[in-house]
């Protein structure tokens, strides 16, 4: 098998296709996965989550491979899935356990002995911040708490490969800025991949990102590679309300708010400025994410 950095095979996927009749929920995608937190960025309905099922090994392909190291993860099977951690988007909860006995069943379901899971639980409960609900009934939770015990269990068996879907979803302010660091000081010597919507979910901590459009692959790179590809600059300037479809008609508008009755504050992308108020401003991931989900083309 293929080793890199710290001993960690790379996942790669070779012209995978998911085919649902005559639509293509994922067409003929090469992604090659190395060490580092890896954002797959995509609307809803792209494809992001097909994709993700099929690299857990929970759906075949239509055609194509999905390799760990130099192979197939069917060759592998379990070989490869002691390997993995996944969150999927909807996740099942046995509700009327508590927390602790929720987790030990998990951990006994992936092969990992009862004194070993007991330090583990320990550990991630932590760091999930749930220590103190350890003993109460997880239907006795909010949606937020059900969301970090779905991340919990994804990292009992210490995976090398960490796949999450829509992970922040339900979680407060708080919540995902201690899952940004969390995932971060996690992904040393491992593959995180995290699918989203949500830019600021993946924008600071994510290594290389994926755009995914219509079942496409549209776009990766490192998130400056993405921006720098973008030929546009972006501005912002207050201008009549009137004066509105001018910007959309020559430019692409990535937000505005209303500033009074008359006015409104503008971002948009463009070639030049549209006003000679304008003020150029550093593009972000944000503004490359709009305007290819804004493109007709694929």
């Avoid at 890199?4 to 293509?24: A, E, I, P, Q, W």
């Avoid at 390799?67 to 592998?76: H, M, P, Q, R, T």
Wanted: hydrophobic fraction near 35%.
């Amino acid at each position: 098998m293929k080793f890199t950095l710290y001993g960690f095979m790379n996942l790669k996927t070779v012209s995978l296709t998911k085919n649902y009749r005559s639509h293509n929920a994922v067409d003929k995608i090469d992604l090659e996965f190395t060490p580092g937190i890896w954002g797959l960025l995509g609307a809803n309905g792209a494809g992001k989550t097909t994709f993700i099922k099929m690299l857990v090994g929970v759906l075949n392909p239509t055609s194509g491979d999905i390799l760990f190291g130099d192979n197939s993860i069917k060759e592998l099977e379990e070989k490869y899935r002691k390997k993995l951690g996944y969150l999927p988007q909807k996740f099942g909860y046995y509700e009327e356990l508590n927390l602790n006995d929720y987790l030990l069943y998990v951990a006994a379901l992936k092969g990992i002995s009862k004194k070993d899971a007991k330090g583990k639980i320990s550990y991630l409960l932590e760091k999930v911040s749930l220590t103190d609900v350890q003993y109460k009934k997880i239907r006795t939770f909010s949606g937020g708490m059900k969301q970090r015990v779905g991340i919990a269990q994804a990292l009992l068996n210490d995976p090398q490969v960490l796949i999450l879907d829509e992970p922040t979803a339900g979680l407060d302010i708080e919540e995902r800025r201690k899952f940004r660091e969390f995932i971060t000081n996690y992904s040393r010597e491992r593959m995180v991949l995290i699918s989203t919507h949500i830019v600021s979910d993946i924008e600071f901590i994510a290594n290389n990102i994926a755009v995914i459009k219509k079942g496409k692959l549209v776009a990766s790179g490192s998130p400056n590679d993405l921006i720098s590809s973008l030929a546009f600059s972006a501005w912002e300037v207050s201008i009549p309300v009137r004066e509105k479809n001018k910007i959309e008609q020559s430019g692409l508008i990535i937000n505005y708010h209303n500033e009074d009755k008359e006015d409104i504050f503008v971002r948009y992308i463009s070639n030049d400025p549209l006003y000679c108020d304008s003020e150029r401003k550093n593009v972000t991931l944000e503004d490359y994410y709009i305007y290819i989900n804004s493109r007709e083309e694929i």
